[in-house]
């Protein structure tokens, strides 16, 4: 039997699949509930892309930070974030993670060093560094991880971030997730190059491409950098290869890519691989990973459920939470 990897808080690939599950189910159920009426606002939905959030949070500690992108829902649910309180974010009730103030695109629980996600493109960079400097100064031996998209290293705000982390030695995970398009915009239109770990040469910083679609893998190369990290030796720029499996956000056609193209990406899904493969090495058994997904599910029900029995916020709260030191 191979090794179980083994995360700080001793996290197992039964947890592992778990989460990857519960981010799986948990955006199915949102994307229903917002084609009912139910949630509000806009989704980006993370569908295909699991292993990548899960794999990198998997090394984490809560006093560890993640910065996120418009599409943090997976990033949330990996770093801790409480499902209901999540839910009822995206429904816009008091109880939510950001007491609503949040919404899909900012979604955030300090408590477990989830940062409120930023849905500027290439916005999170260099505020990854930031927090990279403060754990530095501060000596803390926290790490801090950045998430983004192909289309956020054609941003300025990556090379001002990638640049800094690099000259000043900072614990800091950059994690590109190369899903192959910015929007509708396929990689190749917006490259020269093949491989965005290229770009991390110009600052004189490890790279490593993973396969973004294999949870061991990014979980293993997400480990050697945030050991390195941790031990003083500076960030590291991860490329997870992988793909959406859904639409950019809500009404999307899909017309900018062809069908094929979609069915050879499914046959790659994340999840149902990293299934075959527990079930083919002897590691879980097929019932127990159905357990494991009833057991999301009923999680999922009750996160609904706070979600809908929740008050919305009230107005006399507009403008608590917002400055510092006020409210
Ligand atoms: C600075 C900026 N420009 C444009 C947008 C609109 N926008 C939102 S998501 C997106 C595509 C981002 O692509 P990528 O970085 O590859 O992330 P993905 O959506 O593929 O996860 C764009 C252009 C934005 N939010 N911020
Ligand atoms: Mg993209």
């Known amino acids: 039997m191979p090794e179980q990897p083994v995360a700080p808080d001793g996290i197992t690939l039964r947890a592992i699949y778990r989460a990857m599950m519960l981010i799986r189910r948990f955006e199915e159920r949102v994307n229903e509930l917002y084609m009912q009426g139910r949630i509000p606002s806009t989704l980006h939905l993370y569908i295909g892309q699991e292993a990548v959030a899960t794999g990198v949070c998997a090394n984490l500690t809560s006093d ?31 109880t939510g993670c950001c007491k609503a103030k949040g919404g899909s695109m900012h ?16 916005g999170s960079i260099p505020i990854a560094s930031g927090f990279g400097l403060a754990a530095k100064m501060q000596k803390s031996g926290a790490v801090a991880v950045a998430f983004f998209g192909d289309g956020a290293t054609n941003e300025g705000a990556f090379h001002e971030g990638m640049n800094l982390a690099a000259v000043w030695d900072l614990p800091v995970l950059f994690v590109c997730e190369n899903n192959l398009y910015a929007a509708s915009t396929p990689f190749a239109t917006a490259f020269k190059i093949e491989n965005i770990a290229d770009r991390a040469a110009a600052y004189g910083m490890p790279s490593r491409i993973v396969d973004g679609n294999d949870v061991l893998a990014v979980f293993e190369a997400a480990r050697e950098a945030i ?35 979609e069915a050879e990406w499914q046959t790659r899904d994340p999840i149902p691989r990293l ?44 403008y608590s939470d917002v400055f510092a030191g006020e409210g």
């Open 107 to 122: 979604v955030g629980d300090m408590s477990v060093g989830m940062v409120p996600a930023v849905a500027i493109v290439g």
């Open 227 to 261: 050991e390195r990290a941790r031990g003083g030796g500076g960030p590291t720029l991860i490329e997870c290869k992988t793909y959406r499996l859904c639409g950019h956000s809500r009404s999307d056609p899909r017309t900018y890519r062809t069908k094929e193209e």
């Open 64 to 94: 560890d930070h993640v910065l996120s992108t418009h599409r943090p829902h997976g990033h949330a649910l990996a770093k801790g974030t409480a499902p209901r309180s999540l839910m009822a974010e995206l429904m816009g009730k008091a």
């Open 275 to 318: 299934r075959e493969w527990l079930i083919a090495e002897g590691i879980v058994s097929g019932a127990e990973l159905d357990e494991i997904a009833a057991e999301v599910e009923h999680t999922i029900d009750e996160a609904i459920a706070f979600g809908e029995a929740s008050p919305a916020p009230e107005l006399a709260d507009l």
